[in-house]
């Protein structure tokens, strides 16, 4: 079984900066990809940034130049650096990790979400 565990959530007020943290424990050989997704209010959950294996990024445009995806592969960590933040950020933001769970599988795992909300 694989888990996805997120911290780094909370209040900030606008223009400020925050860092989110995801770590996957559990069994599996490798991860691929790694994904930041958010749900705003009354909104559907959009993908906000990747990262491959390789250190590939990729980022929806609301947050370019202002998000930071990156990953330590040595501690099956990605994290999400938000700077310059406005309360259209304020989302619950999911943590997506495909992963290598045996020689022929691949995982996709969700984390548990963890709250942004953007408010002076």
């Known amino acids: 079984q694989v888990q996805l565990v997120e911290s780094g959530g909370g209040l900030v007020q606008p223009g400020g900066s925050l860092r989110l943290s995801c770590t996957a424990s559990?069994?599996?050989?490798?991860?691929?990809?790694m994904d930041w997704y958010r749900r705003g209010p009354g909104k559907e959950r959009r993908l906000v940034a990747t990262?491959?294996?390789?250190?590939?990024?990729n980022y929806t445009d609301s947050v370019k130049g202002r998000f930071t995806i990156s990953r330590d592969n040595a501690k099956n960590t990605v994290y999400l650096q938000m700077n310059s933040l406005n309360p259209e950020d304020t989302a619950v933001y999911y943590c997506?990790?495909?992963?290598?769970?045996?020689?022929?599988?691949?995982?996709?795992?969700w984390g548990q979400g963890t709250l942004v909300t953007v408010s002076s």
């Open positions: 559990g069994s599996f050989f490798s991860i691929r990809t």
């Open positions: 997506n990790a495909v992963v290598l769970a045996d020689s022929v599988r691949y995982l996709a795992v």
């Open positions: 990262i491959t294996s390789g250190d590939s990024t």
